[in-house]
């Protein structure tokens, strides 16, 4: 059941826009967000720990790291208890694409999520 798209736009105090869309089924959650920052590059700041090469962070519970998405630099995240997770990719130095799950059987449902998306046609947008 995919629910009606929502989008944003926000010009202070940088200018940035994104759109959202939430797809259910049963108990499962799909949330598919992409943020164009306008080449902003304070929007990646606070990401730019999760795409350092070699970043991983393990716990009881699960873990983050950072890993190629969809052939872009991006990060992971998992919590075994909730099974809920979140793929990131940064394309073309501009966009955030996420794909967040919760109550999915594991992370490749995710990325095989991102697999179905046309990357390549977003990152030539102007």
């Known amino acids: 059941e995919k629910a009606k798209p929502t989008g944003e736009r926000m010009t202070a105090p940088f200018p940035f826009s994104q759109a959202e869309v939430r797809y259910r089924k049963d108990d499962a959650r799909l949330d598919i967000k992409i943020v164009d920052s306008g080449f902003n590059q304070l929007l990646f700041t606070p990401y730019a720990m999760f795409m350092q090469a070699g970043y991983e962070?393990?716990?009881?519970?699960?873990?983050?790291?950072?890993?190629t998405v969809g052939g872009q630099p991006g990060w992971e995240k998992w919590h075994i208890d909730?099974?809920?997770?979140?793929?990131?990719?940064?394309?073309?130095?501009?966009?955030i694409l996420s794909v967040q799950g919760?109550?999915?059987?594991?992370?490749k449902v995710l990325h095989d999520v991102v697999g179905k998306l046309d990357l390549a046609r977003l990152a030539a947008m102007k």
Do not use: L, P
């Open 57 to 67: 962070k393990e716990t009881s519970n699960g873990y983050e790291k950072s890993t």
């Open 82 to 95: 909730g099974k809920d997770g979140e793929v990131n990719a940064v394309v073309a130095k501009r966009y």
């Open 102 to 107: 919760r109550n999915v059987e594991d992370i």
